[in-house]
């Protein structure tokens, strides 16, 4: 009982003289509290970089994927209806999106039952679905590791924070000081990072599902086109 209530006045001694060493206009620097940290803060840190780098790049292929001419089934549907299915092909083979190569799948097939058509559409849009989610699976990952690596630096400060207690055998706050920063800014980095890298992997798991509605929507277009004249 008597150790921690000593713990207890060596905490509040070392807050009372944090808050004086502030009020003295000495500030920690950034970049002393990343070191301070310890080895945990390098995976944190690449794990970071990881979030910026996959979150960016899928950002600009899902809205490379997700643009389209808002007339390209309108020219699709002219073709087809006038008998010109080489047209339609060409122009579709000629623009570089999922939906066109989805439609290209389907005028490859004309003239084949409606089933199967749709079958072969759906194969191809299965591939653009897959190319969509590329490196997805490393934002989840990360979401889910970054907070786990925080709590393991939480871990190592407790370790570091009782190891000093024993060799110095007193309670001092310069003793514990070193412990309790990497227990806290390990944690606060870990959770921080995995929500970032949550936030990001949700962000682009709203925009593939848009771009995958565009895809069924161009399907059922087409299949629409092809059915047309035989009511």
Known sequence: ????????????????????????GENIRFFDLIY????????????L??????????TIAIRQA????DNFMNIIKDHIV???????????KNTNNPVARIIDKGIQRVGKSIDSIENSMENVAQLEMYKLEKNM????????????FGFVGTLIGLMQLFSNIHKANEVEIGVISQGIYTKLITSITGLVIGLLAYLAYSFLNTQIDK?????EAATTDFVDVLQAPTK
């Open 137 to 148: 699976a490393v934002l989840s990952f990360i979401s889910k590791a970054a907070p786990i």
């Open 66 to 69: 997700a643009r389209i001419d």
């Open 82 to 92: 006038s008998g010109n299915v080489a047209a339609a092909r060409s122009f579709a």
């Open 211 to 215: 771009a995958a509605n565009k895809m």
């Open 1 to 24: 009982m008597f150790d921690l209530l000593q713990i207890g006045d060596s905490l509040t001694a070392g807050a009372t003289q944090a808050g004086n060493i502030v009020g003295q």
């Open 36 to 47: 301070m940290g310890g080895w945990i803060m390098i995976p944190l840190g690449l794990m």
């Open 49 to 58: 970089l990881l979030t910026v780098y996959f979150f960016a790049e899928r």
